[in-house]
Nanobody
Framework: QVQLVESGGGSVQSGGSLRLSCAGYGYRWFTQCMGWFRQAPGKGREGVASIRTDGTTRYGASVEGRFTISQDGAKNTLYLQMNSLKAEDTGMYFC??????????????????WGQGAQVTVSS
């Protein structure tokens, strides 16, 4: 079965940086849409960023200019570089992949495969 495993979460001070990774297992990566989402305690899931296998990216308004999504097809891995972190960035971060959404790739709506999540905590 397809599995997505996030890593790289942790605690950081405001203004600091973290890099999340999402490794895919169980299938070969071809044409697909990939994304990052987050959820703070007591709040709904928020779209962070998405990327197509051709490199096209989209970002949520709250992170644009601070976060960068990227991919490494040879390693079947998705990344999220988070800079200038703020306390409101705290939450669980999830990666997701959907081979059927290449034509409408964005960090919104449903995705077929999801990771287990990685905790990110930003302190003041």
């Amino acid at each position: 079965q397809v599995q997505l495993v996030e890593s790289g979460g942790g605690s950081v001070q405001s203004g600091g940086s973290l890099r999340l990774s999402c490794a895919g297992y169980g299938y070969r990566w071809f044409t697909q849409c990939m994304g990052w989402f987050r959820q703070a305690p007591g709040k709904g899931r928020e779209g962070v960023a998405s990327i197509r296998t051709d490199g096209t990216t989209r970002y949520g308004a709250s992170v644009e200019g601070r976060f960068t999504i990227s991919q490494d097809g040879a390693k079947n891995t998705l990344y999220l570089q988070m800079n200038s972190l703020k306390a409101e960035d705290t939450g669980m971060y999830f990666c997701a992949i959907d081979p059927a959404r290449y034509g409408n790739c964005s960090p919104t709506g449903s995705f077929k495969y999801w990771g287990q999540g990685a905790q990110v905590t930003v302190s003041s």
